[in-house]
Every structure is written in C-alpha cells, then in structure tokens.
C-alpha cells in the first residue's frame, strides 16, 4: 500500500498544536511508516504540494499570507481538518477583532505604544510583511473544512484518535471529554 | 395531597405536584441539560437549553420550568432536541468572546462542558463583536460581559438570598449585559455586600475573582444552593419547636 500523503499548516497559531503533534512521541515512528509528510513547518518544503490526502490546519486566518495558503491547501488536498482552537473558532489570534481596525492595533503596538520599539510601522506594500486582514478568521469561513479537532492545543491523545480515522478514510469521532475547547 | 406519576425517558417517576419535570427526571438519573436552572434560586427558563418533548403538546417546553403532571410522558434526548441545544450552544459561542484558553474558568465551566457534551466543535455564526467592556471596578471581583450568557443565576442569587438587589440587565440583544445599582461601576454599587455570591454561581468565567488566572476559579457553585437548603432545613426545625 502506498503511503498517505500528509501535510500540516502553520497560520496564525503559536505552533503549540505542531508541538503537541510532537507529543505523540514513538507512535510517530509507527506513523512515519504509513505517510509522507509533504509539507510541514518541521519540513523544509518550500511550496505547499499537489495531491495531499490529509491536510492539518493549525492557527487561525489572520493575514493575507495566510488566506492564500489555506485556498492552496484545500485545492490541493482532499481532507482538510481545523487542528486546534485558533483553526476551530479563532481563540486567542481571534482576540484582536472587538477591537476593530488593526491598522489602529499597529499603530498602538509599533509606533504609540510607551516602549516604541521600531517607531515606524510594518508596510505591508513593501512585500516582507503580509497585511492583517480587518477580521481573524476561523478556517471554515475561509474553505470548506472536513472534520474539527478542538483544544489548545489538542491533546496528542486527541490528535491521534483524529489521525487514525483519517488515515483510515473515516470522520473522527472525539468522546465529549476529548472534544472540549481549550 | 395525592402525588403524580409520570415517565421521562421511559422511566416511571412518582413526583409531588409543583415539582418541575427537571427536578422529577434527576430523582431517576436523566439529567437534562441547563445554565440558568440553580437549585435555591427562583427558576426563569431563560437558556432554554433543558427544552425537553412532551408527548400531546405541539412544541418543545423548558424542563425547569413545566410542572409535572399526572400520566405525562416526556422525552428529553431525541435527535431534534439535541440539534436544537447544539444550535443554541452554537449561537451563545458566537455571541460572546468564549476563549477558553485563555479563561479562568477553563476546565471549571459549564458553557464549555456542555458544548462538548452536546458535540459543538465549532461555531457556525459570526455577528460582529460586541464593544462592552468589562467592570473591574470592584476591588475583589470583575465582570467580562464577553463570556456572560445572560443565565441571570447572579441576579436571582443576590437578589433572593443575599438579598442585596445589585445587579439587573439592560441593553437589548447583543448589548445586554449585567449592570449594577441600574448602572454604576461595580465598585462603586452601594448595594453590594461583596458577598461573591454572584461570583459562585456564574456558569463560566463571566464574574471572577480578581487575581485569578487562566483555569483558577476556585468558588463553588453549590455555595448558594447549599445555602437555602440549610435556611429550608432551619426553618422546618423551627416550625417543629
């Protein structure tokens, strides 16, 4: 049998889902003999590939670099699961939007604030820095998204019930102490 | 006075009549779903997450607040009620600002517990964010209108049994939110004993205690339903003597 071709993301997220991926200690080897990792933050793959069966989003929409990615991944993958709270619903990254404008946020944190660390603001124009989109987004307002694996992070128990359904081609199914957010 | 038999889920309960169906499907182990239901304080029926179907009657009733009545039959767990809760889970997630991971109350609250219960893994609305602040005015506690779900436990609690009548709601839909003495900073509510009572009871980490972290609500929740059971039992002693 050929190895499932599997990809994660990493949008706006504090990589603590990745980590705790990595939590799932020894079964990665087991589960390195039945995929291919072919993207990943722990990957040095510098574009998001063609024909991925499963794809896992950690972090939530905050910027234009994230928004293009995420259209990528799910034209090019077949399974696409919001992985973690910040992909789920928002959670923290979404924190900013009852504040309104970033461009206001930007401004406070990088050119008003008391500690003026840089004193100018990062333009998005220039093409290093993506611009904040006006609202975070969950992944699911942004593409269609296949299953959801909420927690912050999930727990490695979690993502690896998740994983073995996906792999077996079916929906996960978390027990409801295993499905709580946060 | 005689009492009524009724069956909740297939199981045959004897009950007292004035008792609720949610009090009478606890007595045979079928616990319905609720945050505003709290034993010790009057009953509203304003989350109507304990909706519950009554065999004869065209709609779905709140639980906590149909009396029981002789040979009714209710069902409490069928498909439709639990995407009906689902749905309402899902639109009190979206209303507020419900980060648990970053909330006092995380591990500790009911909003979250139901919804993984019920099998709400993600949020289907997006209204725009509300702009209520939150009051820590209050030098032991605070309000984050963001996580409150209006259940309104606080505002019967302090005003039934601690009898202080601090709190209310005003403002309307998304805005609603608690105020103090009609609308003064907490801290400065003349009315308010300081009590926590309000705190005790909050279903989520709405009102908590200043100095308190993320998953540190240490309050009990039972301290106002175990309050008024104990003035019950006092009182009946009394009537004794």
């Known amino acids: 049998m050929s190895k499932a071709r599997v990809a994660t993301v990493w949008l706006a997220g504090c990589s603590g889902c990745h980590m705790s991926f990595l939590d799932l200690d020894e079964w990665l080897i087991e589960l390195s003999q039945l995929v291919d990792l072919v993207y990943s933050p722990i990957a040095d793959v510098k574009a998001f590939p063609e024909n991925v069966d499963v794809t896992l989003v950690e972090g939530a929409v905050a910027n234009t670099d994230n928004l293009e990615l995420l259209k990528e991944v799910r034209e090019r993958s077949k399974v696409v699961v919001a992985f973690g709270d910040c992909a789920v619903h928002g959670n923290t990254s979404a924190m900013r939007n009852p504040l309104g404008d970033p461009g206001e946020l930007v401004a406070e944190a990088y050119r008003d604030a008391v500690t003026k660390l840089h004193g100018e603001l990062p333009n998005p124009e220039n093409g290093v820095v993506p611009a904040l989109l006006p609202r975070v987004l969950p992944a699911h307002e942004v593409v269609h998204i296949d299953a959801f694996l909420p927690g912050c992070p999930p727990s490695a128990e979690r993502i690896r019930i998740a994983v073995e359904a996906l792999l077996a081609g079916e929906s996960p199914e978390l027990a409801p102490e295993l499905r709580r957010f946060g | ?241």
């Open chain 2, 1 to 241: 006075m005689p009492g009524v038999s009724l069956r909740i889920d297939d199981n045959e309960v004897d009950a007292s009549p004035g008792e609720s169906v949610m009090q009478a499907a606890v007595r045979v182990g079928v616990k319905v779903p609720g945050l505003c239901q709290m034993d010790g304080v009057s009953v509203v029926g304003a989350c109507r997450l304990c909706m519950v179907e009554v065999a004869g009657t065209p709609r779905p009733r709140p639980a906590c607040a149909t009396p029981v009545a002789e040979a009714m039959d209710v069902h409490t767990d069928t498909e439709q009620l639990r995407e009906h809760r689902k749905v309402l889970l899902e639109m009190l997630f979206a209303e507020g600002q419900h980060v648990c991971a970053v909330c006092v109350a995380n591990g500790a609250c009911e909003l979250q517990t139901l919804a993984a219960q019920v099998g709400v893994d993600h949020a289907n609305f997006t209204p725009p964010p509300s702009r209520l602040t939150m009051d820590l005015s209050h030098p032991r506690f605070g309000y984050d209108p963001s996580r409150c779900v209006l259940c309104t436990r606080c505002v019967r609690a302090c005003a039934e049994v601690e009898g202080a009548f601090t709190w209310g709601v005003a403002g309307r839909g998304r805005e609603a939110h608690l105020v103090a003495d009609l609308g003064r900073p907490w801290g400065e509510a003349e009315s308010c004993t300081s009590c926590g009572k309000c705190v005790s009871v909050c279903p989520t980490g709405a009102m908590f205690e200043k100095g308190t972290s993320v998953g540190q609500r240490r309050v009990k929740r039972a301290l106002v339903s175990t309050l008024t059971s104990r003035r019950e039992r006092e009182s009946a002693r009394e009537v004794l003597k």
